[in-house]
């Protein structure tokens, strides 16, 4: 079950409920489709739905399309789809994954919780441009890679919200090479290693 304070806020009892059955449907299919690794399934609650809460309110403009990349099991961006519909509920959100059995769970939850998120269950690189105002990511590539990625669904103004483990410091240094960007590191609030990105004003060098 999730808990407010598993989340570090107070929501609706209706989100509650929401999350409660996507950690449900996640303990039920993680064994057939390892949408997270087994040995943190027992620690869901902090490991993966913690996590992803803290993304959502770092959100800077609560407006206009939210894009997570690679979304797996939905992590960060399917928990960032549910605290948005209460929130935001006008919130146009979506994930992008491209292996379809993990698009079929991500769509299984959504259906499930009434929410009204989007799956794209193809390659970032070939989705269509998404002009996101915000843009997630978690565990998906080294900072380069992700940046060469995000650059296409990230609208002008955007800002993208990566979550990175203790290298996050050579990565960014990595990324100046190609790329000029503004950046924020927030200390992870479930890791004090690890951190979220936040950048903007992205341009290629
Ligand atoms: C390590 S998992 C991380 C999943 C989730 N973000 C999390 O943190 O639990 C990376 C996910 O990205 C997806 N992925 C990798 N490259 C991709 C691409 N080019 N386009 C779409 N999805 C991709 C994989 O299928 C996988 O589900």
């Known amino acids: 079950m999730i808990t407010a304070e598993t989340l570090g806020r107070s929501v609706s009892r209706e989100t509650l409920e929401r999350l409660s059955l996507y950690l449900a449907l996640l303990e039920k299919w993680n064994p057939s489709i390892n949408l997270v690794a087994r040995s943190t399934i027992r620690e869901a609650g902090q490991r993966h739905f913690s996590d992803s809460a803290q993304i959502a309110a770092l959100d800077q403009i609560p407006l206009g399309p939210w894009v997570d990349l690679g979304s797996g099991g939905g992590f960060p961006g399917l928990v960032v789809a549910i605290l948005k519909a209460e929130d935001t509920p006008d919130r146009q959100i979506t994930l992008i994954e491209s292996d379809t059995r993990k698009a079929t769970f991500l769509r299984t939850v959504i259906r499930e919780t009434n929410l009204t998120a989007n799956v794209m269950a193809m390659r970032i690189e070939d989705a269509p441009a998404q002009n996101a105002t915000t843009l997630?990511?978690?565990?998906?590539?080294?900072?380069?890679k992700l940046l060469d990625l995000a650059a296409r669904h990230l609208g002008p103004t955007g800002t993208a919200l990566l979550m990175k483990g203790e290298n996050w410091g050579k990565e960014v240094k990595d990324a100046q090479t190609q790329w000029q960007f503004s950046c924020t590191p927030h200390t992870s609030k479930t890791n004090p290693n690890a951190v979220v990105l936040e950048i903007?004003?992205?341009?290629?060098v």
């Open 200 to 204: 903007g004003d992205l341009v290629h």
């Open 136 to 144: 997630s990511a978690r565990a998906l590539a080294p900072l380069p």
